[in-house]
């Protein structure tokens, strides 16, 4: 079975440009997630979608930061315009719901998409 | 607001030696916790998940434990080999929300 796919693995560009980030969960996961890790802040949790829909987005740095799920198995993260303190791991996650699951899945990660704003 | 606590932050041993790797938590109100492994330059694999009414798991060599109470968990690595190198974090669940928050990770290093 396929893990969480993160594409690209690895993304360098001058500031102000934008940036998409994508991801594929596992298929039948519900749960969508994304993370930033940077040195200073450890992983942070951006944002987090059930059924596709934008649940807690608390985590969002400012409205440079948008993501969309327009499907089960794809989410995008953009910036616009990128700044060099956005360069950072950024993961994306997934999991089944809890209430579906009494034993509390827990979260897949995906490898990761290295981000250097330079 | 919870937060998760590692410590220590790096832990160098030499191989074949007994470890433990230690997590705070300061809100009890969890549904679990989990214990992942970071490798340099990849993502997190998950290695063990507790859940809040469990008090330890077991995957091989690997032994995690929960005291929710006092808001502590521990992984006990036995018989450390080099391939055991990484950067190991715990995360809680909030009660009530999907959100994981997790420490800061423990680097560890066991030399040949």
């Known amino acids: 079975d396929a893990g969480v796919i993160q594409s690209p693995r690895h993304e360098v560009t001058e500031m102000g440009q934008e940036v998409t980030l994508r991801c594929k969960p596992i298929s039948g996961h519900d749960y969508l997630f994304w993370y930033r890790q940077t040195m200073m802040r450890g992983l942070e949790l951006l944002i987090y979608?059930?059924?596709?829909?934008?649940?807690?987005d608390s985590g969002m740095p400012e409205d440079r930061f948008s993501a969309k799920m327009p499907n089960a198995s794809f989410s995008t993260l953009k910036i616009q315009p990128s700044e060099p303190r956005d360069s950072a791991v950024y993961f994306c996650a997934s999991s089944f719901s809890i209430t579906r699951d009494i034993r509390f899945q827990p979260q897949h990660f995906g490898d990761g998409t290295r981000l250097s704003i330079l | 607001k919870q937060e998760v606590t590692q410590i220590p932050a790096a832990l160098s041993v030499p191989e074949g030696e007994n470890l433990v790797l230690n997590c705070s938590f300061t809100d009890s109100a969890i549904y679990n916790l989990q214990w992942f492994r970071q490798d340099p330059g990849k993502g997190l694999t998950s290695l063990l998940l507790i859940q809040s009414s469990q008090r330890e798991q077991t995957s091989g060599r690997l032994n995690a434990s929960l005291d929710k109470s006092s808001g502590r968990s521990t992984l006990y690595i036995a018989a450390s080999q080099p391939g055991d190198s990484a950067t190991y974090l715990c995360a809680v669940r909030i009660q009530g929300a999907q959100k994981l928050v997790f420490g800061q990770g423990t680097r560890l290093t066991i030399n040949p």
């Open positions: 979608f059930n059924n596709n829909v934008p649940i807690d």
